[in-house]
C-alpha cells in the first residue's frame, strides 16, 4: 500500500501544524497499547508538521509488494526498512538497506530481514525512494523534539546520519546542538541560536566556494513549526520525535528516518505544589527566629546560635527550644513546641535526621513557622523513619492547602543561609574557619545546592562578602530556581554565582527564565554544573539522549539567556571575582590595553584574548610610555606596542607611569596590568613582614591600588609567583583590585565581563 510524501503543500500556512492528525496517531497508538509510533505513523506525524517525507510503499509481514507499487517509486534503488515497535538503531541491526528496483531484489532483503529480526516480531516493511543528498556535515541534519525532567519540552538541531554521535564526539560542547525551548527562545533568536550549531551552520552557509546547501529561512521556519509542536503536543501527547537523518536535498528538507515515542495522559515530572514564594522575604529578612538543636556544648545548633547573635540579630527576638534551661547565650529558652510564645517568621532545625523530621511535622501541623531551614539530610532515608517521614511529606502536602500555603522549606541536607540584610547566618561553621561578613556587601549572592561549595567560595573569595549565600540542599520544598527569582527582583545584586547537580522537576525552566530577567537588567549569572559528564546523562533508545544529556541541554540554554558558564571551579572563582569587582566599572568597548614587565606574560595576554582587541595606543600614549622605556633604560631592549613590556629593569615609579599611561588611554577601553613581582627594582615583598608596607605610597602596591581609585575603566592585575608573594595579592585583595594568580585566567576573565556587559546593551 502506497503511504505517500514529498508532494507540494497547497492552502496551509507555513507554520501550521495538523492537529487533526496528530491526534489521531497518537490515539491509535495507546489504543493498541503501543508507547512509539511505527515508522509508517512516524512519517504521517512529520508529514502534519510540513515536513516532507520519500514516497514509499508498506508492505506488511508475508504480503509481498507488486511490480505495479515498485513502479510507482523512482529513481533506480529504493531503501528498505523494517517496520517494528522498539528498533531504534535500524542500521546497527541490520534493518535498513538500499537495493535495486526490482521485486526481485526487493524481495530477497525483505526476507532476510525478517530473517534477522526476528525476535523483534516486524509488524512489515516499508520500501522507499532513495533520497539523493550529500551524506556529510551539514547534508544531513539531527532533529528531535523531547520532554525533558527539569526544562520540559525541548527543540534540538544537530548532526545527523549513522555517524550523528561519534561526529559530536569531535564538535565542542556547545557546537553540537542547537537548543530551543518553546518557554525561553525568543522568535528573534531563532537564526542565531540554530547556526551556533555546527551542522546548521555547514547546511545553511557556503563552504570554500560550494553555494549553501539549504536557506537559513527553511531551517527557521522548520524549528518554529517545532516550537509549536513541542508547546502543544509534549509530554502529553509526544513524549519524543527523533528524525535522523533530515536531509538536505536540493528540493528542501526531507525526513528519512522517524522515532517517535507516545506520552503519557498524566507524565511524571510535573511541577510541585504551588509554594508561597512570597515568604522567601520571611526566611531572607526574618523578624524572628526559633531554633532547635541547640547544645550546652560545641554542637552546629550552638555554632547556628553564635552566628546569628554575632551577625546582628536581637537576641530578644531568638527562642531556642531546649528543655532544662531558661537561657542560653542571652536567647529565651522553651522546653518544647508548645511553649512557643508565638509564630515565628523562621525556624531552624539542626537535630538528627531522625527526630529532625517529626518536629518538621510538627512545625508545619502546628503553623509554628512562615519558613524552615532544615539542616540534616536523610529525612526520608533514615531506616525505621519511613512513618516520621509519611507525617512530614502530608504535613507539607496539606499546608499547601491552606489559605496562606503553609511555611516555606530550605534543606534538608544544607547548611541554610547566610544573609546579610536578614542579619543572621545558620552556616554553622565557625569563625575561626570561615570569616564572618566584612563592613559592607558587595552586589553577591551566591546559590548552591552544595554547603560545602558555598563556603568553599566564600573562603577562596576572600574580601567579596556576598549580599545572600543560600544553600538549598536536597530541595525538598523550596529550589535554586524560587531563589534566583527572587533576587531577579533586587536591583542590589546585579551577580549570581550558581552551583547546581540537578534541578527539581521543571525548576529547569523558572531558573533560565529568572536568570534571563538577570541579563536583561544588567546584571549576570555565573553557573557552574556538576554532574555534566556522559555518564550523568539520561538514558534513552535516540540519538540526542546520547549525544547530550538533560545536563548539556540546560547548559545551552542558559548560554542561550546570557548565563556565562564555568568550566572549571577556578574559573567560577575567577569569574564571579571579577564580575563582582568590576560591578561599577566603566566598559567602553573591547579594546584592550596591556602591560608586564616579562615578555612571556605579553605572550599569556595576547594568546588569550577571547572577545577582546588589542588597541592600538594613540600618539600622545605611545610617546607618553616611550618616555618611561627611556627613564627605566629600556628603551634599548624593547618598543612601545601592546601588551607593553617595560622589562624587570623598570622600578616602582616607571611602573607605575606606565600603567597610568595605559589606563587614561582614550585609546584603551579595559586593561590588564601584570606583574612578575621578582625583580628587585620593585618593592613587591614587605618590610619586616608587615603587608601594609606593599601598598604604601611609592611603591608599584601603592601606586596601582591609587589608580584603582581614581580610574573608572574596568582593570584587572595579575601576581603570578608562589606563596612568598601572596601578602602582595592579598594586599590588591583587601584594596578592592581584582587579583589573578596568571595572566591566561586575568584576560580570560576579563573578556567575559566585557562580553557580558556589551551584549546587555545591544
Request: hydrophobic letters at 45%.
Amino acid at each position: 500500500m502506497a503511504v505517500g510524501g514529498m508532494t507540494p503543500r497547497t492552502g496551509t500556512s507555513p507554520h501550521a501544524v495538523d492537529v487533526a492528525t496528530v491526534h489521531r496517531l497518537v490515539s491509535g497508538a495507546r489504543r493498541d497499547g503501543r508507547r512509539q509510533l511505527l515508522e509508517p505513523e512516524g512519517r504521517q506525524l512529520v508529514e502534519a508538521l510540513g515536513i516532507e517525507v520519500p514516497p514509499a510503499v508498506f508492505a506488511p509481514v508475508g504480503a509481498p509488494i507488486s511490480d505495479a507499487e515498485l513502479a510507482e517509486l523512482q529513481g533506480e534503488h529504493v531503501v528498505v526498512r523494517a517496520v517494528a515497535e522498539g528498533l531504534a538503531h535500524k542500521t546497527e541491526r541490520g534493518g535498513v538497506a538500499v537495493v535495486d528496483r526490482r521485486p526481485g531484489s526487493v524481495q530477497r532483503e525483505i526476507d532476510a530481514m525478517r530473517d534477522r529480526l526476528a525476535d523483534l516480531e516486524p509488524a512489515g516493511f516499508l520500501v522507499a525512494e532513495f533520497v539523493d543528498h550529500e551524506p556529510t556535515l551539514g547534508g544531513e541534519l539531527l532533529v528531535a523534539v523531547r520532554w525533558t525532567h527539569d526544562l520540559g519540552p525541548i527543540v534540538a538541531f544537530g548532526a545527523g546520519g549513522i555517524q550523528a554521535e561519534a561526529l559530536a564526539e569531535d564538535l565542542l560542547d556547545r557546537r553540537r546542538l542547537a537548543v530551543l525551548s518553546p518557554g525561553l527562545t525568543q522568535p528573534s533568536e531563532l537564526a542565531a541560536v540554530l547556526t551556533d550549531a555546527t551542522a546548521a551552520r555547514f547546511a545553511t552557509k557556503s563552504q570554500r566556494g560550494r553555494p549553501p546547501l539549504l536557506d537559513p529561512e527553511e531551517l527557521t521556519d522548520l524549528a518554529a513549526r517545532l516550537l509549536e509542536f513541542a508547546d502543544r503536543f509534549v509530554p502529553h501527547d509526544v513524549l519524543e520525535l527523533e528524525i535522523n537523518p533530515l536531509a538536505v536535498t536540493p528540493h528542501g528538507l526531507v525526513a528519512l528516518d522517524v522515532l517517535a515515542t507516545v506520552g503519557d495522559a498524566a507524565p511524571g515530572g510535573e511541577m510541585a505544589p504551588q509554594r508561597p514564594v512570597w515568604k522567601l522575604a520571611r526566611l531572607l529578612e526574618p523578624r524572628s527566629i526559633a531554633i532547635a538543636g541547640v547544645s550546652s556544648g560545641e554542637n552546629p545548633g550552638r555554632t547556628i546560635l553564635r552566628n546569628v547573635l554575632r551577625d546582628g540579630f536581637d537576641p530578644g527576638a531568638v527562642t531556642v527550644v531546649k528543655p532544662g534551661v531558661e537561657t542560653i547565650d542571652g536567647c529565651r529558652c522553651v522546653p518544647a513546641m508548645d511553649a512557643l510564645p508565638s509564630k515565628v517568621d523562621l525556624f531552624v532545625v539542626a537535630l538528627a535526621a531522625g527526630p529532625a523530621a517529626g518536629l518538621v511535622a510538627e512545625i508545619v501541623e502546628r503553623d509554628a513557622a512562615e519558613a524552615l531551614i532544615v539542616i540534616p539530610g536523610g529525612l526520608e532515608e533514615k531506616a525505621g523513619g519511613e512513618a516520621l517521614a509519611a507525617r512530614m511529606r502530608d504535613a507539607i502536602d496539606d499546608a499547601r492547602r491552606r489559605p496562606d500555603g503553609g511555611p516555606l522549606i530550605n534543606g534538608g541536607n544544607c547548611l541554610g543561609v547566610r544573609s546579610r540584610p536578614g542579619r543572621y547566618d545558620t552556616l554553622f561553621i565557625p569563625e575561626s574557619r570561615l570569616s564572618g561578613p566584612g563592613a559592607r556587601p558587595v552586589p553577591l549572592a551566591i546559590v548552591a545546592q552544595s554547603g560545602a561549595f558555598a563556603i568553599s567560595r566564600l573562603s577562596r573569595l576572600e574580601g567579596l562578602d556576598p549580599k545572600y549565600v543560600v544553600s538549598v540542599g536536597n530541595q525538598l520544598d523550596l529550589t535554586l530556581g524560587d531563589y534566583l527569582d527572587y533576587v531577579a527582583d533586587d536591583p542590589e545584586v546585579t551577580v549570581v554565582g550558581a552551583y547546581l547537580e540537578g534541578f527539581a522537576p521543571l525548576d529547569g525552566l523558572r531558573f533560565m527564565a529568572a536568570a534571563r530577567r538577570i541579563t536583561d537588567r544588567g546584571g549576570v549569572v555565573v553557573l557552574y554544573r556538576g554532574g555534566r559528564t556522559r555518564a550523568g546523562a539520561t538514558a534513552s533508545t535516540s540519538h540526542t539522549a546520547a549525544i547530550a544529556g538533560d545536563a548539556a541541554l540546560g547548559t545551552a540554554l542558559a548560554r542561550q539567556v546570557g548565563v556565562v558558564v564555568a568550566e572549571t571551579l577556578d574559573e567560577f572563582d575567577d569569574l564571579v571575582g571579577a564580575f563582582a569587582r568590576l560591578a561599577d566599572r566603566t566598559i567602553g568597548g573591547r579594546r584592550l590595553g596591556a602591560l608586564s614587565n616579562s615578555g612571556f606574560e605579553c605572550v599569556a595576554i595576547a594568546d588569550n584574548l577571547g572577545p577582546l582587541a588589542l588597541a592600538p595606543f594613540d600618539a600622545a600614549t605611545a610617546a607618553r610610555l616611550a618616555a618611561v622605556l627611556g627613564a627605566a633604560h629600556a628603551a634599548d631592549v624593547v618598543d612601545v606596542h601592546n601588551p607593553l613590556d617595560v622589562t624587570p629593569m623598570a622600578d616602582d615609579a616607571s611602573f607605575g607611569e606606565a600603567a597610568a599611561a595605559i589606563l587614561e588611554s582614550t585609546a584603551v577601553d579595559v586593561a590588564v596590568i601584570g606583574n612578575v613581582p621578582f625583580t628587585p627594582t620593585l618593592r613587591t615583598i614587605p618590610l619586616d613582614g608587615d603587608g601594609e608596607s606593599l601598598v604604601a605610597p611609592g611603591t608599584v602596591g601603592g601606586r596601582l591600588v591609587e589608580l584603582w581609585r581614581t580610574s573608572p575603566k574596568a582593570w584587572v592585575t595579575v601576581v603570578d609567583a608562589g606563596s612568598r608573594y601572596d601578602l602582595l595579592a592579598r594586599a590588591f585583595d583587601a584594596a578592592g583590585v581584582p587579583v589573578f594568580r596568571t595572566a591566561d585566567r586575568a584576560v580570560r576573565a576579563l573578556g567575559a565581563v566585557v562580553e557580558a556587559r556589551l551584549r546587555g546593551r545591544s
